[in-house]
């Protein structure tokens, strides 16, 4: 059974102080896997795909890598506005019925202080 | 850009009652939807996936009679809860794939609409 553990589960960060954020996963063959950010009361929105090993992705003070068995979100220099749940979800190749099949982890809610 | 609407944000009902939410994509066509729950501080769980002008196809463990999902168009798909309980009292979410953005549409991210926050008193 596909399996996405992210860690930690909570990040305290200062203005300006640089840090990563940790999903690791199990699945028989990896399609894709997906960074979401979701802010409280509100769905998850979309950041990065990555599809395989080596593959990275930026976008402002955000950066998404992928090895063989996990992947990381760095955080450059955050700002209290990157406060917010940063969701990891991978989708395996088993079958077309898994089309939407995300496998979801729990979370790393990011708390970034003045 | 890619945008799912759902309606409504919020909704408290008595125990008993049914509520429905809708879940639309506002500026592509969706033939298959996906209905997710998630409890404070846990993952996004899949409940359901809606199916245009078919049946939906329910996950193991979720009531099909509990959760009705209607799939009238293109762009609208629905999730009634029938006689809600207070264990239904959930944050549910839809979702849905921009077909057009990636040729390889079978593994194109996943865009939610903000979610409904359903309290049963």
């Known amino acids: 059974e596909d399996q996405v553990t992210q860690s930690p589960e909570a990040l305290r960060l200062q203005e300006g102080e640089s840090s990563s954020l940790n999903c690791s996963y199990t699945?028989?063959?990896?399609?894709?896997l997906f960074w979401y950010r979701q802010d409280p009361g509100k769905g998850p929105e979309f950041l990065f795909t990555?599809?395989?090993a080596g593959e990275e992705k930026e976008k402002e003070r955000l950066k998404a890598t992928l090895t063989k068995k996990e992947s990381f979100l760095h955080i450059t220099a955050p700002k209290p506005e990157d406060s917010a749940t940063y969701l990891c979800a991978v989708q395996s190749v088993e079958t077309t019925d898994s089309w939407g099949k995300f496998q979801f982890g729990a979370g790393t809610q990011v708390v970034v202080t003045p | 850009g890619a945008v799912v609407s759902q309606h409504p944000s919020r909704v408290i009902c008595k125990s008993g009652t049914s509520v429905k939410i809708e879940c639309r994509s506002l500026?592509?066509?969706?033939?298959?939807m996906f209905w997710y729950r998630q409890f404070p501080k846990q993952s996004l769980m899949l409940m359901a996936t809606?199916?245009?002008?078919?049946?939906?196809?329910?996950e193991q463990g979720v009531e099909k009679d509990k959760f009705l999902i209607n799939h009238a168009s293109l762009t609208l798909s629905t999730l009634t809860v029938t006689s809600a309980h207070p264990e239904d009292s959930s944050f549910y979410i839809c979702?849905?794939?921009?077909?057009?953005?990636?040729?390889?549409?079978?593994?194109?991210?996943?865009?939610f609409g903000n979610g409904t926050r359903l309290t049963v008193t």
């Open positions: 699945v028989s063959g990896l399609r894709g």
């Open positions: 990555l599809y395989s």
């Open positions: 500026d592509f066509q969706a033939t298959t």
């Open positions: 809606s199916n245009e002008g078919s049946k939906a196809t329910y």
């Open positions: 979702s849905a794939r921009d077909w057009r953005r990636n040729k390889f549409s079978y593994n194109s991210p996943l865009h």
